[in-house]
């Protein structure tokens, strides 16, 4: 059990020091805008890439295209959130179809 | 939603509207992470962990996906340097997080740049980017952060805590492990405004799919790069 609280530990000073990287040292050095137009595109790139394996790979995997509910509820979830762009609503909706054909 | 800044307003009303708006930006959000942290809770203690740790470690660790795979990866009795690794690289994203809001906590004394690197997760951040990108360059608004922030933290462990002593009782076909997928669905689409941002997205998810066999889940990191650079590469197409 000591091994697993160590590890907890080190995993959760990793995930900080992570964090905390570049809020702690940006002072530091110059702010070049051309850096920070790279960073526009982090928030689009990371959370479609977080999207990716859950939906395109059934019970984690096998790439599932056909007869894959959570392809099919991600996709209505899509075009709810794209009209709407509310979370409640899109997360609501995208269950309910899960649930529905499943 | 970004809160009224009225400069007649006295600093510590300032501060309160800053830091209620981050934390009403971020309920919504919960929808999405109580039912994963249920799922967490459960699983915890599905691959051996005690409840405690299961506990624990959404307080330590802080973040999802990484949480996840450290219990799975627990359960199968792997090498401890193989977990801290792989949850390291899962987490290794929170840096271009942490390089995203730098430049608005700049002023800031260390101890709020701590308190604020620790609750800086996948929803807080996303909450709190546009309010600094697009609302007023007051003093305080990184309590709008510290709102958001607070109020995934709080979530997040309670809707463990949740899922340890109900455990049996949440049916695994409910899925409700795909409430942060829908999140993060609602957050793709929200974060695109221009085409290049689009493309980015596009070029990200392919990349997660092709390299998902790369070991300690570099995929992320992957398809982070990747949908960068195609993001970048896309400039030229977008609408001035």
Known sequence: ?102 | MTPKTDPSLSPDATRRAEFWGGVFTELPLLLGVVPFGLVFGVLGLQSGLPAWATIAMSVIVFGGASQMIFVQLWGLATPVTVIAATVSVTNLRHVLYSAAVAPYLLHLPRHWKIILSYLLTDEAFAASLPRFREGAATPFRHWFLLGAGVTLWTGWWVSTVLGVVLGRAIPERWGLDFSVTLTFITLTVMSIQRRSEAVAAIAAMATALLTRQLPFKLWILAAAVVGILCGVVARRFDKR
Do not use: K
């Open chain 1, 1 to 102: 059990m000591m091994t697993l609280l160590i590890l907890m530990i080190v995993c959760g000073v990793l995930t900080f020091l992570m964090r905390f990287s570049f809020i702690a040292t940006s002072r530091f050095f110059p702010q070049s805008s051309r850096f920070y137009d790279l960073l526009r595109y982090v928030p689009p790139a990371i959370f479609a890439a977080l999207i990716a394996p859950d939906i395109f790979w059934a019970h984690g995997e096998t790439f599932a295209v056909m007869e894959n509910p959570r392809l099919i509820a991600a996709a209505v979830a899509f075009v709810v959130a794209f009209f709407f762009r509310n979370v409640l609503l899109t997360i609501a909706v995208g269950m309910l179809v899960l649930w529905g054909v499943s």
